[in-house]
Nanobody, 119 residues
């Protein structure tokens, strides 16, 4: 059974930074892709960043230059460093682990962590 737990969300002023963490049991980031997505009520979930089993990263245009995804295979954790935060980054952020070739929104999800950016 795969269990995904996010942490690190909170309230931050615009221009500030947050670092989200994702711990997984039952599956390995060394063999799978880790992703961060976000969702605002009433809107579709948006894929923010991915990191493959081999460490290749991709970012949504909205995240490029401000966010950085990384992982620690020894700890089996994935991180999202978010800098220069904007009010429009406010959302619930979800961590996901899936196979490298699985559908974008497949795999296993955590319960999410709220990020609120005040103006």
């Amino acid at each position: 059974q795969v269990h995904v737990v996010e942490s690190g969300g909170g309230l931050v002023q615009a221009g500030g930074s947050l670092r989200l963490s994702c711990a997984v049991s039952g599956a390995l980031f060394s063999l799978n892709t880790g992703t961060w997505s976000r969702q605002v009520p009433g809107k579709q979930r948006e894929l923010v960043a991915t990191i493959s089993s081999g460490g290749t990263t991709t970012y949504a245009d909205s995240a490029k230059g401000r966010f950085a995804i990384s992982k620690d295979n020894a700890r089996n954790e994935v991180y999202l460093q978010m800098n220069s935060l904007k009010p429009e980054d406010t959302a619930v952020y979800y961590c996901n682990i899936r196979g490298d070739t699985a559908p974008i929104f497949g795999g296993y999800w955590g319960q999410g962590t709220q990020v609120t950016v005040s103006s």
